[in-house]
């Protein structure tokens, strides 16, 4: 099994505490150990760093840890193999462009006799089931949508109905953004917080790092934090119902389009 | 205008000695200060750094000059703006799916009025010619050859085909891979070397660095690199001609595919 993060805000944010954290599970405080990968949009661009190496131990998972990236919108894994080999090629997020557009995908999980019929519009370069998922998705929204980007309410719904299709292979956590919204769907496990003003202090659970967010935040800023296991000892993490999705914009839970 | 780093061997090697130099020209050296990227095969796998800072003051780049990522095929490149804005959407290499492959593809020169028709299946998420040209080489390669990956010999004679086709536009030294070769085109300006046993020793033509290639190689290792403009000062670079096409498989020009 794998952890899965995401962040989504309002404006643009950095995911250093929450990142520091999340990777120290990579080998560290539990057994995440075969590579992991974040994503980052940045305008309509992605900075995308997979690495096959311990995220403990990873000079590059290092390098995140210090720089502060802004983004609207990060999704981060951290893998333990159950399905593919321990490749570069294997680590999530795994991007693809479509409708001129970057998406962002990873997932937790494993699905059991998953081949659905690709037809090669989008195909996995690796040998993971959640690629072919993600593959399957894409190849599925572009043919449903045709040639535009549609709006969000029919976007989350179809994307609400692929994801219980798929989850009937096995456990579909999953985490997938467009840069606007984030979607996420929870089998069996996945919590969130937002974080909005009046801002507290919070403790990591798995290093020695506390973090006052009104030092580092204006009165206006909202930041949806998403992720498999709380990764704060002192704050109320709010955990998915299974089979549930929520679809994240600007921080907010955009809980009309589910309703 | 920019700069185009290629790098294509027998056996995976890093490329800190030629991306100190390069990056050097992003900024301090020379004017190609509008940000900058790499990429790198590693197996299947593809790690992608774009950075829309300077190259020369960039933290990634920073990182790259000290970790020898190895690697079998290497594209880098540093922009000065000519089309698009200074964004990261716009920060070459770019890389796309097709096949169940990554292609990693960057490009120097502007085109003039270039508006091929796209078909929806590889579409730019920036505002570069650069990432038209390279999404309108995939849908026509796809187009052309269907569902698989065809043999070198056609896929190269295809990709000189296009290449020329595009190059009537304007400029178009480019660099395209797919993990295996290391396709190069050039309009105006490109040179290469192969470096091979016996090794000697290189000192960068933009920073003190030198380096004994007799130390870091074994007698098998065999190595292209095409840059731009040589990178160091004693070693005999080969000179491109205009609209000549080379293909680098295992560090070595391909010369019979393109009898």
Redesign the interface.
């Known amino acids: 099994m794998c952890q899965l993060l995401g962040m989504n805000c309002n404006t643009p944010t950095d995911i250093v505490f929450s990142f520091t954290g999340f990777a120290t599970r990579g080998g560290r405080t539990d057994e995440h150990k075969d590579g992991w990968g974040i994503a980052f949009f ?10 096959h190496q311990p995220a403990v131990s990873s ?2 998972a290092d ?1 995140i840890k ?2 502060p990236i802004q983004s609207k919108n990060v999704i981060a894994h951290i893998r333990k193999a159950t399905q593919g080999e321990v ?5 999530h997020p795994f ?3 479509c ?4 998406w962002v995908f990873a997932h937790n999980g494993d699905l059991k006799e998953f081949a659905p019929e690709l037809d ?7 040998t993971t089931d959640s690629e072919r998922a993600f593959c399957f998705i894409l190849q599925q929204m ?1 043919h449903r949508f045709g ?1 535009t980007l549609p709006a969000l309410p029919e976007l989350t719904s179809f994307l609400r109905g692929i994801a219980s299709e798929i989850a009937a292979f096995g456990t579909f956590n999953m985490m997938l953004s467009n840069g606007e919204a984030l979607f996420t769907h929870c089998s069996t496990k996945l919590h969130y917080i937002i974080r909005q003003y009046p801002f507290t202090t919070a403790n990591l659970s798995d290093e020695q790092v506390t973090v006052d967010f009104a030092e580092v935040t204006t009165p206006d800023d909202r930041v949806a934090v998403i992720v498999t296991e709380p990764l704060t000892s002192d704050e109320i993490w709010t955990q998915f119902a299974p089979g549930e999705m929520k679809v994240f914009v600007d921080g907010k839970v955009q809980t009309e389009l589910l309703a």
């Not at 090669?120 to 370069?125: A, D, I, K, N, R």
């Open positions: 940045e305008g309509n661009g992605v900075r995308h760093f997979v690495d000079p590059v390098l210090r720089l490749m570069l090629e294997n680590c991007v693809r462009e409708w001129g557009r970057y090669g519009s989008f195909l996995p370069v690796g572009r040639r």
